[in-house]
Antibody, heavy 118, light 110 residues
Framework: QVQLQESGPGLVKPSETLSLTCAVSGYSISSGYYWGWIRQPPGKGLEWIGNIYHSGNTFYNPSLKSRVTISVDTSKTQFSLRLTPVTAADTAVYYC???????????WGQGTLVTVSS | QSALTQPPSASGSPGQSVTISCTGTSSDVGGYNSVSWYQQHPGKAPKLMIYEVTKRPSGVPDRFSGSKSGNTASLTVSGLQAEDEADYYCSSYAGSNNLVFGGGTKLTVL
């Protein structure tokens, strides 16, 4: 069974860097699929942030591209999100997910709330 | 890229059918068969219900079905049950390795 679990600080100061990690179990990132991040501000809808292929190819939401970096660790058991600099508008629940080549997210993490505040 | 357009709310009585629309453009919904639908209960992660416009993942009841006409995709829930009350989101590939979501529809079972 594929499982994903997000982790990282729940509070980030404005202008600083949001860093999250998604641990993957039950499937090897190296075996294929795309791995992505999606966020959801409190009470609002979903927003795609970006995806990464196991080879390292990345695809980002154009509206966030200048601030986002997604990477896969060398052990291929987790991938990460870096967003900088952050503002209060980046406060959201951040989800990681596995994506197919037809852009469906079939497995999701439980999500982690990140609040941007001083 | 703009978000896909969904009605903010939809409702139906138990046993009835409800259809939720997802309107985009020829650059996203109309241009690709990569439309997915997700169900999200409060405080939970989204769950894939429909992919590639009409396909259902294993374990999703056949009461859920998807279709597309032109630039509008639709999710139909037949035989509404209390547990179907949730938020529903569509997503579509938008070309150039971009993905766009709809704004979400809150489905209420009366």
């Amino acid at each position: 069974q594929v499982q994903l679990q997000e982790s990282g600080p729940g509070l980030v100061k404005p202008s600083e860097t949001l860093s999250l990690t998604c641990a993957v179990s039950g499937y090897s990132i190296s075996s294929g699929y795309y791995w992505g991040w999606i966020r959801q501000p409190p009470g609002k809808g979903l927003e795609w942030i970006g995806n990464i292929y196991h080879s390292g190819n990345t695809f980002y939401n154009p509206s966030l591209k200048s601030r986002v970096t997604i990477s896969v660790d060398t052990s291929k058991t987790q991938f990460s999100l870096r967003l900088t600099p952050v503002t209060a508008a980046d406060t959201a629940v951040y989800y990681c997910a596995r994506y197919s080549n037809t852009w469906r997210a079939d497995y999701w993490g439980q999500g982690t709330l990140v609040t941007v505040s001083s | 890229q703009s978000a896909l357009t969904q009605p903010p709310s939809a409702s139906g009585s138990p046993g009835q059918s409800v259809t939720i629309s997802c309107t985009g453009t020829s650059s996203d919904v109309g241009g690709y068969n990569s439309v997915s639908w997700y169900q999200q209960h409060p405080g939970k992660a989204p769950k894939l219900m429909i992919y590639e416009v009409t396909k259902r993942p294993s374990g999703v009841p056949d009461r859920f079905s998807g279709s597309k006409s032109g630039n509008t995709a639709s999710l139909t829930v037949s035989g509404l049950q209390a547990e179907d009350e949730a938020d529903y989101y569509c997503s579509s590939y938008a070309g150039s390795n971009n993905l766009v979501f709809g704004g979400g529809t809150k489905l209420t079972v009366l």
